[in-house]
C-alpha cells in the first residue's frame, strides 16, 4: 500500500514538473521560449511575438510628452573615475502646453561643478541627450504623437547631432539595427537568424506593479561562456498590457568594447497611464561610456514625471 501510495505521488511530481517546463516553439523559422502559463492559456502566442516584435508603444510613450503638460523632478550626477560627484544638476521643472504650443519653466535648480559652461550650455553630452527628452527651450509648436509612418534616421545629420539621433535610435528601439556606428551597427539587430544564436527569447505571463502583464526577455546565451565580441545587450526585460500590448516597464542594460569607443549602460524605463495615454513615469540611467576624440562620461541620472494635464 506504501509503495503503491509513493509511487502516484513520485508521479503526481513528475507529471507537475512537467507540466511546468518551458515550451520551445518556432516562429517565422527562429527559436522562442514559452512559459508553462503561456502554453496553458492557450494564448495565441504567434500573435502576441510578431506584435512584441514591431512594438512601437515605447516609442509613443514619449511623443505623448510632446502633447502634454507635466512636472519633472530632473536629477544628474556626472562621476569622476572613483565614483563622486564632480557636476550635477538637480531641478523641478514644468511643461506647459497651450494653444498647439509648448513651453518650460524652471521652478527650482541646483547646479554643481562644471554642468554648463559660461554660456550656459552643456559640458557633457548626457545631459544634452537629457534635455532633448524632457526639457523644452523656448516654444515649440505644431507637434503632434503619432508614430506610425514616422522612422528614426541618421540621414542629413552629422556630428553631435548624428550622434544624439544615434543613442534616441538606441534608446526608443533597442533590438534594431542603427545606421553608423562602426563594429556595432548590425549587432543591434536581436531578431535576425544570426541573433537567434546568441540570445535567448522567453514569453511569459506575471505582475508587474500591480498589474498582469507579458513579460518578454532576451538574454544571452549562456553556453556562450565568456561574453562573445557579437553581443551588445547584456538583457532586455519588457513588460507589455496583458489588453492593449502597451510597453507598461523595460529594464535593459547594454555594453561593448572597440578600438574607438566602449559603453556600460543600464536603463529601467515604468510607464504610467494618463487619459488613456501611456506616459513615461521613473527613468532611473547609469552609464559609463567612452568615444575617441570625446573625454569618458559616467553618469547616472533619474527623471521623475507627474501631474500631468492636457
Not at 11 to 23: E, K, P, V, Y
Request: hydrophobic fraction near 35%; glycine fraction near 6%; proline fraction near 3%.
Amino acid at each position: 500500500m506504501m509503495r503503491t501510495l509513493s509511487a502516484i505521488i513520485i508521479c503526481f511530481i513528475a507529471s507537475a514538473s512537467l507540466r511546468a517546463q518551458d515550451t520551445a516553439v518556432l516562429v517565422d523559422n527562429q527559436p522562442f521560449t514559452l512559459s508553462e502559463v503561456v502554453v496553458r492559456n492557450n494564448f495565441d502566442y504567434k500573435r502576441l511575438l510578431t506584435q512584441i516584435k514591431e512594438d512601437t508603444s515605447f516609442y509613443k510613450a514619449f511623443r505623448n510628452l510632446r502633447i502634454l503638460g507635466f512636472t519633472s523632478y530632473n536629477d544628474i550626477k556626472m562621476l569622476d573615475k572613483k565614483g563622486a560627484v564632480k557636476a550635477s544638476l538637480y531641478s523641478k521643472t514644468k511643461q506647459n502646453r497651450a494653444n498647439g504650443c509648448r513651453t518650460m519653466d524652471v521652478l527650482e535648480e541646483k547646479i554643481t561643478g562644471d554642468f554648463y559652461n559660461n554660456k550656459k550650455e552643456f559640458n557633457y553630452s548626457t545631459p544634452e541627450l537629457y534635455a532633448s527628452l524632457f526639457f523644452t527651450t523656448g516654444q515649440i509648436c505644431g507637434e503632434d504623437n503619432i508614430v506610425k509612418g514616422r522612422m528614426r534616421s541618421t540621414s542629413n545629420k552629422k556630428g553631435l547631432e548624428k550622434h544624439k539621433e544615434q543613442l534616441k535610435m538606441l534608446f526608443f528601439n533597442p533590438g534594431k539595427k542603427i545606421p553608423g556606428i562602426p563594429f556595432i551597427g548590425n549587432k543591434l539587430d536581436l531578431y535576425d537568424d544570426d541573433a537567434h544564436k546568441l540570445y535567448d527569447y522567453r514569453l511569459d505571463l506575471e505582475e508587474y506593479k500591480g498589474q498582469l502583464c507579458y513579460v518578454f526577455s532576451i538574454t544571452p546565451k549562456e553556453k556562450l561562456g565568456e561574453k562573445s565580441d557579437r553581443v551588445v545587450v547584456d538583457q532586455m526585460t519588457t513588460w507589455f498590457d496583458q489588453k492593449t500590448l502597451e510597453v507598461m516597464g523595460r529594464n535593459y542594460s547594454l555594453s561593448y568594447k572597440a578600438l574607438v569607443y566602449d559603453f556600460d549602460v543600464q536603463m529601467e524605463v515604468e510607464m504610467g497611464k494618463f487619459e488613456g495615454l501611456t506616459v513615461p513615469k521613473i527613468l532611473p540611467y547609469k552609464g559609463n561610456w567612452d568615444v575617441m576624440l570625446k573625454k569618458r562620461e559616467r553618469a547616472v541620472f533619474t527623471a521623475t514625471l507627474f501631474d500631468f494635464k492636457k
